[in-house]
């Protein structure tokens, strides 16, 4: 969620409940005001009946109506005064209807009456509705002024920081330079973001070439003394070699040197293309090099009985490094021969969408999505170094190419989306 | 043939200096740059291995070096640096060929004796040795005058078995040597095998003797009396 969203929604939800709460304490307070300006109202209008009253001289007064009723008691039972919310039957609006109700005993010439006075409260709940009403609009207009305004305030206090944020994102640790630049700002946690940022940025940056500086060089390093013990193994084959053991030593060391080397340089490689080292990029035509691969491999597959069928009518033109493109095709190819089995079947189809390497073998004994892992081999080749998917997998994150993994029994598919 | 191998690792100057002097050829070594740089003033050579990275300086300046002062020796780099940009200016100041690092002493052999003889036997186009005879440029074999067909790889074998007559080749270096450092085949030794059955198949039916030795274990012998 943006962060903006989410402060509206506070906030939103902050409005909304002052404004249920507002609302009841409103409208519970104004209902008692009234409430009292209206009995207020009745005990005046009771003093006035009663003066009225008193000046007429009449005796056994009785009358009643929707607002009054005047009804002579005995002395005894004379009652409390009292007020009440009744509903009742009103002609004018012709339909029940609360009224406010003032029942008290009144003493006119010496006789008690009991005085009953109705006032209608029609009007003062309309006026509470409207009140409310209008309260309500006035609190929806304020949100959203106070909405508007708010984003405003909050885009630009919140600027320095989505420019950080841009600024991160278009950042790559391989081919930008050594910093970020970082917006200007006046507000300090923004400045210490920025200033942390920086300084993480220079030590990731610092740590990452001397990785790479190191990667390379213990490769390189390596390739001497593994000289140095290929050619003096080289040089005691020259000799005589007499005992049967002593062979058998001889070549299992140069066996495992041998495998150490290409160890070595495939490791060289897979650094060297993670560390983004082929710029050169040229229009490669694949449709013409995957042919050429393909018939140096015919012939390791006709050794094996394998046919090797090309599906690739169409004209391929991608931009890629050369070096690279002979490797992903290398790789690909050796591990069609590799995994699979006599008599078998290879296919590769070449569309301009994708390049799909179909070939025969026993199901993989490992999970599809680890195959492309660095040192993962299947249990029946002990003669496999592990690397030749992963430098595959590596050439397709370079150019963003999807490599996409399935076994349908009995072919191995291996799909490039270029 | 004099040759000056200049490499700062001596292990590997003696290995190689030991594998050329069975060859009959003279080799001087030079640790460093400083060395190296005075004894190709002083003395002449025939052919140069040079590493490029030296403790003291750039094996390629050598090159420019050698340039200089009109050497006509051939040169050949052995570095460990396997990159592309690397082999393409070594070749484009100079340099006769490029090996990287670990190579095979038989591999070295096989490329120097190509670079000596383009360089050396310019207008001698065969390459003879007792009855065999091979003519690079049209990649045509002989024994004794007699015609081998051959296909591209058994041709490329003969020349490799040539290069390094009467030593101990591993299979290991003759793969590499047919197919390159990106033929990561897990049986291409199998492979090697059927090219030399091949092979040997053909010879012998012209001359009646068996050239290749198999070193059981280790690779062949190419024997020559």
Request: net charge negative.
């Amino acid at each position: 969620m943006k962060l903006l969203t989410k402060t509206r929604r506070y906030y939103l939800s902050l409005f909304l409940s002052i404004l249920a709460i507002w609302t009841i304490i409103f409208a519970v307070a104004f209902h008692y005001l009234m409430i009292d300006s209206v009995d207020e109202a009745l005990i005046n209008q009771k003093e006035l009946i009663v003066s009225e009253l008193k000046q007429q001289q009449t005796p056994h007064l009785q009358f009643s109506n929707e607002l009054m009723s005047l009804k002579p008691v005995d002395k005894t039972k004379s009652v409390a005064t009292s007020f009440s919310n009744i509903r009742m039957f009103s002609r004018a609006e012709k339909e029940e209807i609360p009224f406010r109700q003032y029942k008290t005993t009144i003493i006119i010439n010496h006789h008690p009456y009991v005085l009953i006075i109705r006032k209608s409260l029609l009007e003062h709940d309309d006026l509470i509705m409207t009140i409310l009403l209008t309260e309500v609009l006035l609190i929806l207009l304020l949100f959203i002024g106070f909405y508007f305004v708010n984003n405003r305030i909050l885009y630009q206090l919140w600027e320095p920081f989505y420019q950080t944020l841009k600024n991160i994102k278009q950042y790559n640790l391989a081919s930008s330079g050594i910093g970020v630049e970082f917006p200007e700002t006046d507000i300090n946690e923004f400045q210490d973001l920025n200033k942390e940022l920086e300084r993480m940025i220079k030590k990731i940056r610092k740590d990452y070439i001397n990785l790479k500086e190191f990667t390379e060089n213990a490769s390189h390093e390596l390739q001497t003394p593994l000289s140095v013990i290929k050619s003096k193994i080289e040089l005691i084959m020259q000799g005589e070699l007499n005992k049967e053991g002593e062979i058998q030593l001889i070549s299992d060391a140069y066996e495992a040197t041998g495998k150490l080397a290409k160890l070595n340089q495939a490791l060289l490689l897979l650094a060297k293309i993670e560390n983004n080292q082929y710029q050169q990029h040229q229009e490669i035509d694949l449709t013409e090099m995957l042919r050429e691969k393909a018939d140096i491999y015919r012939e390791f597959a006709a050794m094996r009985g394998l046919k090797l069928e090309l599906d690739d009518f169409a004209s391929v033109k991608l931009k890629m490094n050369n070096y690279l493109a002979e490797v992903l095709l290398n790789n690909l190819l050796s591990n069609s021969i590799k995994h699979n089995y006599e008599d078998g079947n290879i296919e590769y189809i070449l569309t301009d969408e994708s390049l799909i390497a179909k070939n025969t073998g026993y199901e993989p004994d490992i999970q599809p999505e680890k195959l492309f892992n660095r040192f993962q081999k299947s249990g029946n080749s002990q003669q496999s170094i592990g690397l030749g998917l992963a430098i595959v997998k590596a050439i397709c994150n370079l150019y963003h190419f999807e490599i996409r993994y399935t076994f349908k029994n009995p072919y191995h598919i291996i799909e490039i989306k270029f | 043939m004099k040759i000056l191998v200049v490499e700062d690792e001596k292990s590997l100057a003696e290995s190689i200096k030991a594998y050329f002097s069975k060859e009959g050829y003279i080799c001087e070594l030079a640790y460093n740059y400083d060395t190296a740089n005075m004894k190709i003033h002083v003395y002449r050579y025939d052919c140069i291995l040079v590493d490029i990275s030296l403790p003291d300086g750039n094996g390629l300046h050598l090159i420019n070096e050698l340039k200089a002062i009109q050497s006509q020796a051939g040169i050949i780099i052995i570095s460990a640096r396997d990159s592309l940009d690397d082999r393409i200016k070594g070749l484009n100041i100079g340099s006769d060929d490029y090996l990287t690092k670990p190579f095979h002493l038989s591999e070295l052999n096989a490329r120097l004796k190509a670079v000596i003889r383009r360089k050396f036997f310019d207008g001698q186009k065969e390459f003879q040795i007792q009855e065999l005879k091979i003519i690079p440029d049209e990649h045509l074999a002989f024994i004794d005058d007699h015609q081998l067909t051959l296909t591209k790889k058994e041709y490329d074998l003969l020349y490799y078995f040539m290069s390094n007559i009467n030593r101990v080749i591993t299979k290991e270096s003759i793969a590499e040597y047919l197919w390159g450092d990106n033929m990561d085949m897990a049986d291409s030794f199998d492979f090697v095998y059927a090219h030399i059955k091949n092979l040997r198949k053909k010879m012998t039916a012209i001359s009646g003797k068996d050239y290749i030795e198999t070193v059981y274990g280790i690779g062949y012998k190419f024997r020559l009396s």
